[in-house]
């Protein structure tokens, strides 16, 4: 069956655009694997800065590592306080499967925090195999996955007011 034209153009839509003035954001970093994760925030304070955020509306939490992430990001959703969050992390593989649980366990639930609060929480925990991949994916060839979330919690903050 063929949608005409016309019932193809007559529908509502709905797109989030990089706003960022008046948005709180709050951003957990763990310390562990710091040199990949100073650069992921690095590169979240960048794209906030420029869409417009202020200094002063964004409120960073340093954690130990992954398995922390969860829960001050609990904290601060339950807080109300933030239009969006974004977890930060870098767990990077070893000989052991302590890669998998933490992994598992802090990608699982940082999103369940956000569903729990009805909040955008963007998940910027990289799991890689390797160093290589995680300097990759925090500001090297593969761009810089802190700067990408930070973009996507401001879309999705817009995303949702428009909903609502």
Known sequence: MQISQQNALSH???EGHFKGSGNRIGIVV???NELITRALLSGALDCLHRHGVEKEDITVVYVPGGLEIPLAIQKMAQSRKYNALIALGAVIRGATAHFEYVSSFATQATAQAGLEAGLPVMN???TVEN?????ERAGSKAGNKGWECAQGALEMIDVLRQIN
């Open 12 to 14: 509502h839509t709905i």
């Open 30 to 32: 763990a310390r562990f």
């Open 124 to 126: 910027g925990i990289l």
């Open 131 to 135: 160093i290589e991949q995680s300097l």
